[in-house]
Nanobody, 125 residues
Framework: QVQLVESGGGLVQAGGSLRLSCAAS????????MGWFRQAPGKEREFVAA?????????YYADSVKGRFTISRDNAKNTVYLQMNSLKPEDTAVYYC?????????????????WGQGTQVTVSS
């Protein structure tokens, strides 16, 4: 099975930056679509960003993060990244990495079969 491990979360001042990483197991990482979701306390999980398999790389972003966040992947390292710039307090949440065996980038969690355990991002005012 696929194992996903997020890292890079932490505490940052508003306007600052963080880079999240998601390390994946398996030899077929390059064929998976990858996504980032987040969930704040008391709120439902929401889509953040997604990227298709590298052979036809296409990225999608939630309107709330467009222009500030960038998703990328390094298939040689079995790793997907989320570069987060100009962070706002409303970005505070647990961020989850997810993998879709179909290889497509999707904004719905139903498309993803594998999930990491999450990494906390806290943005202070």
């Amino acid at each position: 099975q696929v194992q996903l491990v997020e890292s890079g979360g932490g505490l940052v001042q508003a306007g600052g930056s963080l880079r999240l990483s998601c390390a994946a197991s398996g030899r077929t990482f390059s064929s998976y679509g990858m996504g980032w979701f987040r969930q704040a306390p008391g709120k439902e999980r929401e889509f953040v960003a997604a990227i298709s398999w590298s052979g036809g790389s296409i990225s999608y972003y939630a309107d709330s993060v467009k222009g500030r966040f960038t998703i990328s992947r390094d298939n040689a390292k079995n790793t997907v990244y989320l570069q987060m710039n100009s962070l706002k307090p409303e970005d505070t949440a647990v961020y989850y990495c997810a993998a879709a065996p179909c290889g497509l980038a999707s904004n719905t969690d139903k498309s993803y079969d594998y999930w990491g355990q999450g990494t906390q991002v806290t943005v202070s005012s």
